[in-house]
T-cell receptor
Framework: ETGVTQTPRHLVMGMTNKKSLKCEQH?????MYWYKQSAKKPLELMFV???????ENNSVPSRFSPECPNSSHLFLHLHTLQPEDSALYLC???????????????FGPGTRLTVL | KQEVTQIPAALSVPEGENLVLNCSFT??????LQWFRQDPGKGLTSLLL?????REQTSGRLNASLDKSSGRSTLYIAASQPGDSATYLC???????????FGQGTRLTINP
């Protein structure tokens, strides 16, 4: 596997379900990101992890809970979501911009989430 | 608050034409600017990254320029091909911040 992978690629869940999105990067990076892409809106940053510590939480509701157990893996735990949370969730990785001059971000293919 | 605008929202041109996509940002205190392409329902593919100290970057038929003082970047695509059809996104990273702020993208269609 190369680059950034995400599973599952598609997810349909009810409002009372609990599910998790997984992201894995094989690029040796030390920063990872969750983004949300809704129809008709620009990509929005949700969370940033650097060296496995959360460094930014962009006012995301608590029904989204991130977890970064190591520098290669990032999870987004979902519970009691709303229909308006339906979107494409994208994971990205880069070198930490505070530690490296080159912080080009590389994205995974995304998880298409539908909340019924 | 940094805002990123991309014009036009959609563009359709015949194959073989050279074209320019525009990106503007309101806060010139950026660390870098990155151009991406996104195919329908897919993730983003990084095309070019320009550091704030640079004026342009080139990769194959793509050339991106940056004018930080005027808050503008352009992506030039030479000799366009149907495979270039995608949505093109620009994003800026502010100095001292780790987040990228994205524009809404330009949806490009190259007609054979």
């Amino acid at each position: 596997e190369t680059g950034v992978t995400q599973t599952p690629r598609h997810l349909v869940m009810g409002m009372t379900n609990k599910k998790s999105l997984k992201c894995e990067q094989h690029l040796g990076h030390n920063a990872m990101y969750w983004y949300k892409q809704s129809a008709k809106k620009p990509l929005e940053l949700m969370f940033v992890y650097s060296l496995e510590e959360r460094v930014e939480n962009n006012s995301v509701p608590s029904r989204f809970s991130p977890e970064c157990p190591n520098s290669s893996h990032l999870f987004l735990h979902l519970h009691t979501l709303q229909p308006e949370d339906s979107a494409l969730y994208l994971c990205a990785s880069s070198q930490d911009p505070e530690l490296a001059l080159w912080d080009e971000q590389f994205f995974g293919p995304g998880t298409r989430l539908t909340v019924l | 608050k940094q805002e990123v605008t991309q014009i036009p929202a959609a563009l359709s041109v015949p194959e073989g034409e050279n074209l320019v996509l525009n990106c503007s940002f309101t806060d010139s205190a950026i660390y870098n600017l990155q151009w991406f392409r996104q195919d329908p329902g897919k993730g983003l593919t990084s095309l070019l990254l320009i550091q704030s100290s640079q004026r342009e970057q080139t990769s194959g038929r793509l050339n991106a320029s940056l004018d930080k003082s005027s808050g503008r970047s352009t992506l030039y695509i030479a000799a366009s091909q149907p495979g270039d059809s995608a949505t093109y996104l620009c994003a800026v990273r502010l100095q001292g911040a780790q987040k990228l702020v994205f524009g809404q993208g330009t949806r490009l269609t190259i007609n054979p």
